[in-house]
């Protein structure tokens, strides 16, 4: 107050009560103000709303409105400037009244003095720096609560949710349906649930623990979890924490891992076959050299057995390097319901004969990608004939279903087999890795080949015991992605 200049509103519609409060305020020392009247309400309300004042004494009698109404009109209007009330007599109600909707003090007239005035108004501009330093925070910290990209929550000490920001949405839910859930009921592993309460509660805080949550449309999102038990100032405990979506990056990783496995093993069969050809040429020639000289019907016959195994042998050789190559493929833009029904009728016998029920959702306008469509027919193909063979007959139900957004289509193959195993399910695309017995373990790699080729992601979840789902996104013609690939194929053409 000794430093700065204080500027105060006397909105009195009583010209000699202005004077009298005014002449209070200017005799209080070491101090600095600029006192001004209104005895309009209107004015006075107007003053308010626009802050033109550090602070505002007002009577309790205005004419046909009281200093009441304007207060509480003030502080409706987004009014943050102290405001005193002054009566011409006490009445404990009004002070009541008065303190309750936000005034800072209640004066009565008769009873003024400079020592009080002071108090008074050191008292209202302190408090209210204070009021506004704490809103100016709150408005900050909420600020970055509600426009936060990750999902920020609140939770009482049972994880029970009590607030939480529009980021929920990643998950798929509204507020107002999160706010009637649990923290537990978004993890989907009895172990993930006991994890994080055990360790909230021993060591009162979780930092950065991967764990996969589920959406309301049971879609699995990786997420990195972080959360923290506080204390509410004797009032009880509360967790605070924050779900950061990490999905993509996940997938991203994934895919990025399956190329480099998919390299490796391509340079590993290119060296083998190389190194095992060129004896096997020398072999070849040399048995069919002999079988123009050996007129002996058994040793002939040792002959072509050799023979018949140095082709086979090759032959394995070519199939190992054909699957380890990139796919040669032509892209043209085509109908991915259509692709979808050429699938489906190259397995309708097999779902016959082994009566299993078939499911199938599609879009009702057409989704255009752009695709090889021979190659991708086999690519899909192979996961289907997959789900078939792990269902039991009978008993089987499969469901081909996709979605679209603008920008990706999103095909669903899912089974109810017997599933797949969390550590198999990381090996499922490798080269060589299979479960059958007669399986060499290049179908899911080849797919996964021809898929990257088309700019294709894929994903599996399964349950084992349960059956397993197939998530593979295609870059749709209109998409940004698919305009980059149409553009790469008139480049190619004009080459």
Known sequence: MQDSLVKILIVDDDEDDFIITGDYIRHIPNTRYVIEWCPRYKDALAHMVQG???????????GAKSGVDLLKEALQNGCEDPIILLTGKGNYEVDIEAMQLGAVDYLVKTELS???????????????????????NERRYRSIFEKSKDLVFITDTDL?????????????????????????????QQQHKNFLVQSLLAFNEINDWEVVLCTKNNERRTCVLSATVEDNAGHGGYIQGIIHDITNLKKMEKATLQAEKLAAAGRLVRTLAHEVRNPLN???????????????????LYMNIIQRNSKRISDLISEL??????????????????ILDNVISSTIDRLTLKRIKLKVS???????????????ELALLNIVTNAIEAMEDEKGQLSILFHTTPQYATVQITDNGCGISEENISRLFEPYYTQKRNGMGLGLAFTLNILQAHKATIDVNSNPGKGTTFIITFPTASSAEGQAIKQGIEETLTE
Do not use: C, W
């Not at 033109?52 to 205005?62: I, S």
């Not at 990643?170 to 978004?186: A, F, Q, R, T, V």
């Not at 057409?366 to 090889?372: G, K, Q, S």
């Open 160 to 188: 029970n949710f009590r607030d939480v920001n529009d980021a929920v949405h990643l998950l798929g839910y509204e507020k107002d349906e999160i706010l009637k859930m649990n923290l537990s009921d978004l993890i989907e």
């Open 114 to 136: 400079i020592e009080k005035m002071e108090r008074s108004i050191r008292y209202a501009l302190g408090r209210t720096a204070t009021l506004k330093a704490l809103k100016a």
């Open 52 to 62: 033109d004042y550090n602070l505002y004494f007002v009577d309790y009698r205005l």
């Open 321 to 338: 390097l054909n699957t380890s190559r990139p796919s040669e493929i032509q892209l043209k833009e085509d109908v991915l319901q259509t």
């Open 362 to 376: 599609y879009p009702n306008d057409e989704v255009r990608i752009f695709a090889d469509r021979e190659k991708l």
């Open 282 to 300: 020398n072999i070849t020639l040399s048995v069919e050299q002999m079988q123009q000289d050996i007129k002996d019907e058994g040793s002939l």
